[in-house]
């Protein structure tokens, strides 16, 4: 009898949770510094939510290792929704490339939802002689290891979509590493290098002020944000970019153990304002595409990406140097 009490005021207590949650602010972990697309996502839906939830939410950056200590630090706090990660690709690929990478995924992470996804561009500081996808690869050969573009860490997403680049264009322009996409970003436009593969949604604003220049979208079909654009594919239709195409994602989580009153709470508040009046537009102009899944979706989507990139990763000998 004792034992029956205890489930049913356990069973009770969940949505009474749920109904009272949240009482504070919440904290939105983005691994990486200001500037990139993980924090231009995190403080688009940081807003909305704020206003939605009734109590504000503070995306804190901790940036480092690749999104590493960010993700860590979410890993490590109590799991009552009050402090909560957003992050992209090198989610599931730093397990691949680190030789401790101290998480995974899945076990130690209950997915929310797939807040949005959205392809790169490839730019290049205005000062570079190139105006095409043919003109870039052309002056890659002639220049080969001369050329350099930068990332926001090993296994990041700008990462990933250059060596992508240089594997099937047969080309080699050299990777440097900065601290995130804001950082590699500025690394462009203040000229230390000449070309990056940087999120649509970070870029934008850089490119339509001229700061960079835009030679392709990396998604298989034109982004609505700049539809004037070409895709990589579409830039280099004789060759072996044909088949190239690279567009990222970006999911919100919490620790393992999070309820999943709470969890859903957060589910449906995140869907809510992802799909209001205006939003996808809104999101869309931006060069994002609203997703707004499910936890399960999310799961599932993860799972299925932690799969993709572990593949590619083995197969490309990508590593953490």
Known sequence: MAAGLALAAAMVALPALAQNYPSKAIRLVSPFPPGGSVDV????LAAKLSETMGQQMVVDNRSGASGLIGTEVVMNSPPDGYTLLINTIPFVTNQFLMPRAPYDPLRDFVSISVVASSPSFVTVHPSLPVRSIQELIALAKAKSGQLYYSAAGVGTNPHIAGELFNLLADVNIV??????GGPADMAVIAGEVGITFGNISQEIGYVKAGRMRA???????RNPAMPELPTVAEAAPEGPLRGYEFETWFVVAAPKGTSRAIVDTLNSRIRKV?????????????GLTVIASTPKEAAA?????????GRVIKERGIKAE
């Open 215 to 221: 030679l392709a979208v990396t998604s298989a079909k």
């Open 175 to 180: 990777a440097v590493q900065f601290k995130g």
């Open 301 to 309: 989507h993860l799972e299925g990406e932690q799969k993709k990139w």
């Open 274 to 286: 992802l799909t209001g009046p205006g939003q996808v537009k809104f999101y869309e102009e931006r």
């Open 41 to 44: 996502v995190g403080r688009l």
